[in-house]
């Protein structure tokens, strides 16, 4: 009977491990495969075409390249290589400056032959239709649509998502940003976090103790966006006291967010770690003359090295991962940022803000699958530095 | 993303109706009061946003579909493809504040303005005839329905530069602009307070400015306006049909308004109830 409930109960969770791992396995691979399928898909926006008159010679434009056309940024076809003449655009919407409601008829049924006899018409438009506009016969020509490039995705320094005809992907600053907020957000919480934890285990009485534990693991327990409302309406518009800013929104009121959100992990973790040394050394070090600062600093410290460095390991990947607070206080402009005093923008705050509405399957949704992608592997790295720091104390200490 | 669900009881032949979420409160109070007066119907209304509606539309999976933008000419292909013919009915209006700081002395601007304001072109008040100051511009994020008409009608369809400040909420713009002696945003005619302050808008070169009000909103002077839009497949007019009459009713546009909406016809519900601020 033993025997029975023995193996039952072997088997049970051999299944359930080999589920889970799968499962995980399964979920990583989907991110994966829709995050590789925005280099499938094409620049611009599918079912539309950008004509133009066949005497012009510029058959190729980049997504950049596009998007400073429509923006009127860029107005002479000569800064494309083609020939001196300024650029006119067109979209489906001025349909009513060129033409008349008459003219187009009711269902709008002569539209493609108007918009094509106008673009025949003037050598230097550029129309942005859809393609099912346009009659088989037009004697236009089409700008060649080729397929998202990685140089473009991760060399990119615009992020505009939804702009047409051409998205532009370029995640250079979500990636610098997300860096930039966690990077500042431990150097903040480190010091603090390392020094509360000594304080903790080390000097505050039992009592003390007791009322701090909790206190801090509670803090653990509000949720982010509490905390980035705190953030908004108490530390933006002190920083925009205190350093004189026009904008109080910057990466500075994220990082003091994150810090103050990943306090509660590096204290706990590292109390716990400290706390485990091991007796004998700590009375072994105090019997040979050490003052209690020194035994702090040289014999507990460095013993329990690898909790303290897992405990800050968990707060870096709560500080690179969290959303809602950072989504509420960093001003999410999606530029590179030069110093932390400016607004920038978070890689998961960037997900969380547009895949609501990403239509599913297409160029944007992927890209939110791909910075996801990204996020995966920043995490992972960070997880691989821990491994190699803990095994080295391990081998140090044996 | 809110997700409301309002379930009255099960009875047979619910209407569903999904999209929007500019639309869903307003949808929600129509439906409370539709229920009154008709015991025996049933309609459940969930948000998620205008394309997620649309898309519901095409899988069948709602009756009625909210959105706070026209539908797209690609889904409008997808809906021919299925073989689906889409009503349109406009259910409201929806007018679009442009705010800044209560300290700032800049009350009126044109578009042309906005628009160099907004893609960056301009970034100082004073050339705006303000004070000597950076203009921070916030804007919604690139999923927001509110996003796309702004830069439609104020843009006129050129992007925003890559520095505005994207905030997830109205709320979060409000905050900000508060808070932010150079702050520019605009946010819905409903959410207006006493926190920040309304500009007046031109749309003719600065002829004539008018400020945003529910009044001038509906005669046509202010010109940052939305039209808000329920899709139903035609075939279903039967079952959809009671409910969309009684949004256009009397009564259900008045709840347009009492919401902070435009109604559709001013002439009919209009009490002369001055909104502006």
Redesign the interface.
């Known amino acids: 009977m033993k025997k029975i409930a023995d193996k039952t109960v072997r088997w049970v969770l051999t299944a359930s491990g080999f589920v889970t791992s799968v499962v995980i396995l399964l979920i990583i691979g989907f991110l994966f495969t829709e995050g590789a399928g925005l280099f499938g898909e094409k620049v611009i926006?599918?079912?539309y075409v950008l004509a133009v008159n066949k005497d012009n010679p510029v058959r190729v434009l980049d997504a950049a390249q596009i998007?400073a056309v429509?923006?009127?940024d860029m107005t002479n076809w000569k800064e494309a290589g083609g020939p001196d003449l300024p650029i006119e655009t067109f979209?489906?919407?001025d349909m009513d400056e060129y033409f008349t409601e008459e003219q187009l008829g009711p269902q709008y049924e002569n539209a493609g032959t108007l918009i094509t006899s106008l673009v025949a018409s003037s050598p230097g438009m550029v129309a942005f239709v859809?393609e099912?506009m346009i009659p088989d016969d037009a004697r236009l020509v089409f700008i060649e649509d080729c397929n998202i490039s990685p140089e473009e995705v991760f060399a990119g320094t615009?992020?505009?998502?939804?702009?047409?005809p051409a998205p532009l992907f370029g995640i250079l600053?979500l990636l610098a940003g997300t860096l930039w907020v966690s990077f500042f957000a431990i150097l903040i919480a480190l010091p603090f976090g390392i020094s509360i934890a000594v304080y903790m285990s080390e000097v505050a009485s039992e009592r003390v103790r007791g009322f701090l534990k909790p206190v801090i693991e509670l803090l653990n327990g509000i949720p982010s966006v509490v905390y980035g409302f705190f953030g908004?309406?108490i530390i933006?518009?002190l920083l925009?006291q205190v350093f004189g800013l026009?904008?109080?929104?910057s990466g500075l009121a994220g990082s003091i967010v994150l810090a103050i959100m990943a306090l509660p992990t590096i204290v706990t973790v590292a109390d716990d770690a400290m706390r485990n040394c091991p007796g004998a050394l700590r009375e072994g070090s105090l019997a040979l003359g050490a003052t209690r600062w020194q035994t702090v600093a040289r014999v507990v410290i460095p013993s329990s090295m690898s909790g303290i460095a897992s405990g800050v390991v968990l707060g870096i990947g709560r500080a690179i991962g969290e959303t809602m607070a950072v989504?509420?206080v960093t001003?999410?402009?999606?530029?590179v940022p030069h110093s932390i005093l400016e607004?920038l923008?978070t890689i998961p705050a960037t997900i969380a803000?547009?895949?609501?509405?990403?239509?599913?399957g297409g160029a944007h949704y992927q890209s939110l699958f791909l910075l996801g992608v990204i996020l995966f592997f920043i995490t992972f790295f960070i997880n691989l530095c821990v491994e190699y720091i803990s095994s080295r104390n391990r081998a140090k200490n044996s | 993303m809110a997700i409301a669900l309002f379930v009255i009881c099960a009875t047979a032949g619910a209407q569903r109706i999904k999209g929007s979420d500019t639309l869903l409160p307003l949808t929600q109070e129509l439906a409370e009061e539709y229920l009154a007066s008709h015991p025996d119907g049933d309609v459940v209304v969930t948000g998620g946003g205008t394309g997620v509606g649309i898309s519901a539309l095409l899988e069948n999976t709602t009756d009625i579909a909210m959105a706070s933008r026209r539908i797209k000419f690609g889904e409008k292909m997808k809906l021919a493809s299925e073989n689906l013919n889409a009503a349109e009915v406009i259910v409201a209006y929806d007018a679009l504040a442009v705010v800044v700081n209560p300290s700032n002395p800049v009350d009126s601007l044109t578009r042309e303005q906005l628009e160099a304001i907004f893609r960056g072109k301009i970034t100082n008040w004073k050339d705006v005839g303000g004070e000597d100051r950076k203009i921070v511009v916030y804007s919604r994020e690139t999923s927001s329905g509110t996003y796309e008409f702004f830069k439609e009608s104020v843009l006129d369809n050129k992007n925003y530069m890559s520095g505005v400040l994207s905030m997830p909420a109205t709320g979060a713009i409000i905050q900000s602009v508060r808070q932010t002696k150079g702050a520019i945003g605009y946010i819905g005619l409903a959410y207006l307070n006493r926190y920040v302050k309304p500009v007046a808008v031109s749309y003719d070169g600065g002829l004539s400015y008018a400020m945003p009000s529910v009044d001038a909103a509906a005669d046509g002077s202010y010109p940052v306006v939305r039209p808000l839009y329920y899709y139903y497949n035609v075939e279903k007019e039967g079952e959809v049909g009671a409910f969309v009459s009684f949004a256009l009713s009397d009564q259900g546009q008045a709840s347009v308004l009492r919401q902070g909406f435009v109604p559709v016809n001013m002439e009919d519900s209009s009490s002369g109830e001055d909104m502006s601020l």
């Open positions: 926006e599918e079912g998007k429509f923006d009127e979209r489906l919407e859809p099912s615009e992020w505009y998502p939804t702009a047409t600053p908004l309406i933006v518009p925009q026009p904008v109080g929104e989504l509420m001003g999410n402009a999606a530029v607004p923008r803000a547009e895949l609501g509405e990403a239509p599913a």
